[in-house]
């Protein structure tokens, strides 16, 4: 732990920060790699929702979730698109040339409690709407959309064609679930984020990321139930939204538009010697509410198997499944 408390420091790394490296820390990378012994998954955010998706659904139903992104023709390109498929995610990727696989770097300091996360895009910036139109028919085949706020920064266009597609056929409509990501999304891409706003139907993200899109909005509270609500009562084209905010050990928060009251959904609280790894909670909490989701279960399960996932996530180091699922409704 004392390594990784060097290394947010050699590299200026904030505690519970969500940033993309710059040129000095994508530096960082090799000097971790000829450092420790490094253990692997397939992400990024979305990749890591969609393998919590089917790690719940089971080796049966392989390829239910359907990802698109972009690597490089390299060793980590082929490793990723090995350990997704191994998950059961059904890989759409586009392959570029002479880029780089883009990486990303956890340091986990204080026992678990706090983490730096640090993205190297590499070939994930080079992820297009062309690629988007090429697997269009996936799009169409499709029932629920999902999408992290990073892709705001990489492909927007991308992102506003398929909020357009959530209305564009109204006998074979869509529903669209969108995260937040982190907080720079709000506070570098807020115009073309609210682009995508009208179009969605839920609507997830973490108490830094709320706050961050409360302030470029000028919602002028910190209170976190109100940013909920207005941020649910935002200009909605697919009629009601509801609003998901996680907050760590704190209960979850769920808005729903035109509605004042705030559900909480509490967490359980684990002796803090159980918590190895905060990193991908959130993933695994979408992964966890999307599964139930696509099964038509009720809201209260989906909130349920969410945080049952994100609490079994943050017990193990990495982004990675128990060996059993256990969740019972």
Same mark, same amino acid.
């Given at each position: ?11 200026? #790394? ?46 049966? !139903? ?27 995610? !059904? ?70 064609? #398929? ?23 709000? $506070? ?6 609210? $682009? ?20 470029? !909005? ?15 009562? $935002? ?23 035109? $509605? ?15 918590? #190895? ?45 128990? !060996? ?6």
């Amino acid at each position: 732990m004392l390594w990784n408390v060097l290394y947010t420091l050699k590299y200026n #790394l904030p505690k519970n920060s969500a940033i993309v490296a710059d040129s000095k820390q994508e530096l960082m990378y090799e000097d971790l790699i000829n450092t420790f012994e490094i253990d692997y998954s397939a992400g990024g955010g979305t990749q890591n929702t969609f393998r919590f998706v089917q790690w719940i659904l089971g080796k049966n !139903r392989h390829g239910i979730a359907a990802y698109m992104g972009c690597i490089g023709n390299d060793y980590f390109g082929r490793m990723m698109e090995k350990k997704a498929k191994g998950d059961g995610v !059904r890989v759409l990727y586009n392959v570029e040339e002479g880029v780089a696989t883009g990486t990303c770097a956890v340091l986990i300091t204080d026992h678990g409690k706090n983490r730096a996360n640090c993205a190297y895009l590499g070939a994930a910036e080079r992820l297009t709407k062309e690629h988007l139109v090429r697997h269009w028919h996936w799009v169409e085949k499709a029932k629920v959309f999902y999408v992290s706020g990073h892709s705001i920064k990489v492909t927007a266009d991308s992102v506003i064609a #398929l909020a357009h597609q959530v209305i564009a056929d109204k006998y074979k409509p869509k529903i669209f679930c969108f995260n937040l990501g982190a907080p720079y999304v709000s $506070e570098k891409y807020g115009p073309k984020l609210m $682009e995508v706003i009208p179009y969605v139907h839920y609507l997830f993200g973490n108490e830094f990321e709320a706050a961050a899109f409360a302030k470029f !909005r000028g919602y002028q509270t910190s209170d976190m139930k109100e940013i909920a609500k207005k941020i649910a009562d $935002e200009e909605s084209k697919v009629g009601k939204r509801t609003v998901v905010i996680t907050q760590a050990a704190n209960p979850v928060l769920v808005a729903r538009s035109g $509605e004042s009251k705030v559900d909480e959904y509490p967490v359980p609280q684990l002796e803090p010697e159980k918590v #190895l790894d905060t990193n991908g909670a959130g993933d695994a909490f979408t992964g966890g509410f999307l599964a139930m989701f696509i099964q038509e279960k009720p809201f209260d399960v989906c909130i349920k198997c969410a945080i049952y996932c994100a609490t079994e996530c943050i017990q193990k180091l990495g982004v990675v499944f128990p !060996r059993e699922y256990k969740f019972k409704p």
